[in-house]
């Protein structure tokens, strides 16, 4: 029963666990490596396991909408790139996970290329991540 109180507290399962922030790194690097060697649906399951035991880490929410998209399926992207964004909105890797996302949205193109032209005034790789999908886009300015 001391389990069913503390989620019903509002307790994670990494709080119950007591999983050190060690392991959601690996699990993260894991999913990482797989994402490299083109194991994307092996990355999408692991990211599933990171953000079902950390749910409050919105860059575990971005990375699972990006393994996501790569593996097509746009609605979950979506949806874990809003629940990422809404975790931490002024995250640049978790804004730049969300406008990457709606890119590939007919409703969200517009929305997505004004994030990225906010995103790359910044430095590092965010704002060079950001410069390259506007210069893509045929941007003006991009370069």
């Given amino acids: 029963m001391e389990i069913v109180g503390k989620l019903e507290a509002g307790a994670t399962f990494a709080e119950i666990l007591e ?3 060690e392991v959601k790194e ?6 990482a490596a797989a994402l490299e060697a083109g194991r994307v649906a092996e990355a ?4 599933e396991g990171l953000v079902a035991v950390h749910p409050r880490d919105p860059g575990a929410w971005a990375f699972l909408a990006r393994a ?3 593996t097509g399926k746009e609605l979950a992207a979506r ?4 629940v990422g964004r809404q975790l931490a ?6 804004r730049l996970a969300h406008a990457e996302v709606l890119l590939g949205t007919a409703d969200g193109r517009a929305a997505a290329v004004e994030s990225l032209r906010e995103l790359r005034k910044g430095a590092g790789p965010v704002a060079e991540r950001a410069t390259v999908l506007l210069a893509a886009l045929g941007d003006p300015g991009a370069a």
């Fill in 79 to 82: 949806f874990a790139a809003e």
């Fill in 19 to 21: 999983v050190p922030p």
């Fill in 44 to 47: 999408e399951k692991v990211l």
């Fill in 26 to 31: 690996l699990v993260a690097s894991v999913a």
């Fill in 68 to 70: 996501h998209l790569r």
């Fill in 89 to 94: 909105p002024d995250d640049l890797g978790v």
